[in-house]
């Protein structure tokens, strides 16, 4: 006998989307049934005009938690995903103090979760040459501690603490991983067009305006990403470990992805929102809450990035939320050049995502497919999440995919509040979120305890 049935004339299943009643026991999908379907004497929780959809898998968040707190933390990071619709997160190894690069790092970050999450979380170890080239079973020690992954940059990270790999090190956990069953996840640039650029502005005179959006998006150009995807391409082919492109924002690597896939080489690549949403030539001077790196490109790259998901060189979105105290955006002086890089928007990718989607003509279902199924099955988690299917957590969203909002101050649940999506009008609003069967966020206000668990990755 089921404990609670969820109903809805429009639930968003595998197989299509349809007039359903989902069947909860103990917090997970028992079955799904035809919308009258109803046992007597069981509590039936409408969803009325509402779309049931499954959670947003966000597998790309930076926590911050601990050691730089202040920049957003568990608490504050895990109610701005359930108030977005997110009901499992994944958190970035950096820039938390310490790092997730070994054993006690990630520990110290798993013991904090415990009765503060919202929402479920699952955590990524960092690849650095201390446990690659420094240590042959360091990585595989991440892993028997519950890591899902690892990621690593090519570039410098912006923190000491997490130093980037060069090519030795990245073959050499390419090594350490194959057969593990999981992804090596790589920031993508490399630094000679970056060096390159960064001698040009220079030698400028007068020097470039270091409030103009322009000037940074020159010292980020589109080479450092495509070479970068080309070095990840021959090692994931050399060594048949699987690797992941992380926050994808130039266009001219998706040749390289296409290569890739029509050769079989395991090499897959996610976006986030802000590079399908905003455009390189609208951002103001001075608004150093759109720096993030890669930088966000013009039309011509949004446009084939959209092209690119829809023909599944771009397998998923997710929103590289990484926040931090506005004294480091540097919004005074509007630096973009000494500006902290980084976008803050976990609670609104959903959102921006859809509303460009819709914009399209592209259905709920497919969005659904790159920020549910796709980076739940990235970390290893379609056992239990990214779908409403028999088996799985019963993690919801009552959503209504016209209504719109415009995203206020006072609404924002990350702990500092700047965000390029402030002002703007989004489409897709949720009425409420569920964790396992339970409502964790009624729209306006959380209820209960936090339940979110750590979703540790036991490989025993």
């Known amino acids: 006998m089921s404990t609670r049935v969820f109903r809805a004339q429009r639930v968003i ?69 359930a ?42 170890g960092g690849a650095v040459p201390e446990n690659t080239t420094g240590d042959p079973r360091g990585m595989k020690k991440l892993l028997d501690e519950g890591a899902r992954g690892f990621k690593c940059f090519l570039v410098p990270s912006g923190v000491d ?7 030795a090190d990245l073959e050499a956990a390419l090594l350490q991983l194959r057969g593990s069953g999981v992804a090596l ?45 080309e070095l990840l391409y021959r090692l994931c082919k050399k ?22 896939r029509d050769e079989g080489v395991p090499l897959t690549a996610e976006t986030a929102p802000h590079y399908l949403t905003f455009l390189a030539e609208e951002i103001p001077d001075g608004a150093t809450w759109f720096k993030c790196a890669p930088p966000i490109r013009e039309r011509a790259h949004r446009e084939q990035l959209w092209r690119g998901l829809e023909e599944g060189l771009v397998s998923m979105v997710v929103s590289d939320h990484s926040p931090c105290v506005p004294a480091l955006k540097k919004t005074d002086e509007g630096d973009f050049m000494g500006a902290w890089g980084g976008i803050s928007g976990l609670q609104f990718g959903f959102a921006a995502v859809w509303t460009e989607a819709r914009a399209r003509g592209i259905p709920l279902a497919r969005v659904l ?33 016209d209504a719109t909002f415009t995203v206020d101050v006072g609404h924002i649940e990350h702990r500092n509040k700047l965000t390029p999506y402030e002002g703007r009008t989004l489409h897709g609003v949720v009425r409420s979120t569920w964790l396992r069967g339970e409502r964790v966020f009624d729209g306006e206000s959380f209820e209960g305890k936090p339940s979110g668990r750590w979703l540790r990755w036991d490989r025993r």
Not at 240 to 259: D, K
């Open 161 to 167: 603490e997490f130093p980037n790999v060069d090519e």
């Open 13 to 81: 299943l595998p197989d299509g989307e349809r007039p359903a009643t989902i069947h909860v026991e103990r917090g997970r999908v028992a079955r799904i049934g035809a919308f009258e379907d109803v046992p007597d004497g069981v509590a039936v929780v409408e969803a009325g005009a509402c779309t049931i959809i499954p959670g947003i898998v966000d597998t790309h968040v930076h926590v911050n938690e601990p050691g730089r707190t202040e920049w957003e933390g568990f608490e504050t990071a895990t109610r701005a995903a």
């Open 369 to 401: 497919g790159w920020m549910s199924a796709a980076p739940a099955a990235h970390a290893g988690l379609s056992d239990a999440k990214g779908a409403i299917a028999v088996g799985r957590d019963a993690d919801f969203v009552f959503f209504d995919p």
């Open 185 to 229: 996840m790589a920031h993508a640039e490399v630094a000679g067009p970056i060096d390159a650029a960064a001698a040009s502005l220079r030698e400028e005179l007068p020097p470039p305006d270091s409030r103009a959006y322009s000037t940074y998006l020159r010292s980020r150009p589109p080479a450092a990403e495509d070479q970068a995807v």
């Open 239 to 260: 060594t048949g470990t699987p690797v992941h492109v992380v926050h994808l924002g130039s266009a001219g690597a998706l040749q390289t992805l296409r290569r890739a």
């Open 83 to 124: 108030a977005g619709g997110v009901t499992t997160i994944v958190d970035m190894p950096l820039n938390s103090i310490p790092p997730a690069t070994s054993e006690r790092g990630l520990a110290e970050k798993a013991a904090l979760t415990e009765g503060r999450v919202t929402v479920d979380i699952g955590l990524w």
